[in-house]
């Protein structure tokens, strides 16, 4: 089997395996006793944030869809104008949109204001272009406080692995720090802006496809999670039994 087709069988088998039934491994025990073990792949959602950047961005979603594996983009609304296709092209493909304001600036120095100007400007750009539906937010710098977690009119969601790909290109320490912490119901933050992110990203897929990993949404694995999005409510990650 070429490349393409295996990487692509990869992910299409962990996406029906995490949203089907459990499979059921019945193993016989001392005594003749069968012992039902119910298995479910572990899930992770690859996050990316201040795009979007036709280039880098543009790669990464080839990338993705090579091996059908879906991510969440939380976008700044200044970079939106100029990229309209591609973000129809991401969410066409699956891809969760959320928002990072407008400016990328830090939401607890705003006032209601302005809060309202950097999410509201951003979301109705993006419902200009994908018509309207919620638009989760990812505050920048993952810096939020009680009155901005009331103004966001939604789930807040952070990371729970964050691998500083923004500090420098060096590709096999950003897959390294990723594919050793990442666990059951993680987070991954990374940018779409930087060449080597993409690349990381990409190995970081197929490491963790080989390893039997599947990769949803945010809101996927929420769902897949059994957990409502609360408006207000800050979220790093889902992991297994919460
Ligand atoms: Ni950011």
Redesign the pocket.
């Given at each position: 089997m070429g490349l393409k087709k295996k990487l692509l069988l990869l992910g299409i088998l962990c996406m029906a395996a995490a949203i089907g039934p459990a499979v059921r491994l019945e193993q016989t025990v001392g005594g003749g006793a069968v012992m039902e073990i119910s298995q479910k792949p572990p899930l992770v959602a690859l996050t990316f944030?201040?795009g979007p950047r036709n280039s880098t961005t543009g790669r990464l979603l080839e990338g993705l869809a090579l091996r059908e594996v879906p991510a969440t983009f939380?976008l700044?609304g200044s970079r939106i104008p100029g990229s309209e296709s591609l973000i129809q092209e991401m969410a066409a493909a699956g891809h969760q949109i959320g928002v990072?304001t407008f400016d990328?600036i830090q939401v607890t120095e705003l006032s209601h204001r302005d809060f309202d100007l950097q999410v509201g400007k951003t979301r109705a750009l993006l419902a200009d272009i994908l018509g309207s539906r919620d638009f989760w937010l990812?505050p920048?710098?993952g810096i939020v406080d009680a009155t901005a977690r009331q103004w966001a009119d939604g789930p807040l969601i952070l990371w729970s692995v964050d691998p500083e790909d923004?500090k420098d290109s060096d590709v096999n320490r950003i897959v390294a720090t990723v594919t050793e912490q990442a666990e059951d119901g993680d987070i991954i933050l990374m940018?779409d802006i930087y060449d080597s992110s993409v690349d990381a990203a990409l190995r970081i897929v197929d490491t963790l496809l080989a390893r039997g990993y599947c990769f949803v949404t945010v809101e996927q694995l929420m769902q897949l999670r059994d957990t409502a999005p609360e408006r207000g409510a800050l979220y790093t990650s889902l992991p297994p039994g919460r």
């Open positions: 944030d201040d939380f700044v990072h990328h990812r920048p710098y923004w940018h």
